[in-house]
């Protein structure tokens, strides 16, 4: 679900001054709950004051990715009730402390130097190019774990972040896979990739690019900032080129736009996305048909709509708990976020150890974690995402959620012999 995209120039200079941002912080909260104690013969640190553990959650509630951040924020507080409900964590309660970023890079930093010596660790911080530029520093001196809604292999290779499902290039080399499987394209032929700028798109592109030369395909590139929404001048480079398909590593938005401008000019090929560029509610917007019809989503789980036991319950206490929001993909990344989280929590918990150290040794232990959404997810090494597997959807009102499988989890083997950052 995740992500995205100041200049990488901007990010350097922001996790540097970040660095200086982070040593006041934590001199100034070092009575938060910042000195290892024995309460209970449980080990605890930072982000656990009196009877109560706190966790982050940087989120966008207004910018790019306001539907992904509203219904993942949502689903990680309604975890959160849940779980405090059935007791906590060794007899602490948990909270949820967010903030909304609206995908402003200084915004997201400063979000996160504000929070980070009042948590035990953040349960959720989207942006791929807003987590990298704190990676320099989550890895050093604050050690605190973190399950972004982000998907870059840039974010890869620490033992704090810890990236849930596969990262876009290899989501992205699954996404070709079936174009190449299912939709015809093949050897010799040109696909188009339109991407943002950043982390994200360049992580996804890289994926395109080596599956394209593993299959004898080329890729035309079309490279495009958030702030871009009319598609018109991709699509028209695009048709020029004589492209066969299209693969969007992108928003909702430009998604919506180049899959509806597409159409309206007889430019009828597949397109498809990576996970975060998709929302349901575009399907009540003009590009709708044209979205059920030629737009297809790589996912690294089952939808929100998934015909599970686990799957039915959170749609029922979802809409329980907020019975006038719709239904999205976004609940399913915040839920299974949160509930690794709460995982690693209990086990740190046995461990008697509930300290950042002993949490994320916790989750380096989970070898095998699925909460109901069809795909296992193995944290135990950090130089890997925990998994490989995508799933392919397609947009389709009629069903809850707004998106249908139309092929099940599983990785390439052009996926699974690829060695991210190789």
Known sequence: MTTRYAARAAAGALAALLVLAGCSSKAKDSDDGGGDKAAGGVKTGEGISGKTITLGALTDMTGVYATLGKSVTQAQQLYVKQLNAAGGVCGYKVALSVRDHGYD????????????????GFAQFIGSPFVAAVKQRIDGQDRGLVLPQAWSAALLGSPYIRVIGSTYDIETINAVDFLIKEKGVKKGDRIGHVYFEGDYGESALVGSRHIAEEAGLTVVEQKIKPTDNDMTAQVTALKQAGVKAIVI?????????LVGVAAASGFAVPVIGNNSAFAPQLLATQAGPALMKNYYVASPSLPIGADTPE??????????????????NGIVAGWTAASAFGEALKRACANKDLTREGVDKALLSIDSYDVGFGVAQNFTD????????????QPDKSVTGGMKVVREAGASEVAEAYTPGA
């Open 382 to 393: 950090p130089k890997a995402p925990s998994s490989r597997e995508s799933v392919i959807l």
């Open 311 to 328: 799957a039915k319950k959170l749609v029922a206490d979802y809409r329980a708990a907020y019975p006038n929001d719709a239904l999205d």
């Open 105 to 120: 890079p200084q915004k997201a930093v400063s979000g996160y130097t504000e929070l980070e010596p009042k948590v035990l």
């Open 249 to 257: 590593s992108a928003g909702p938005r430009q998604a919506a736009s």
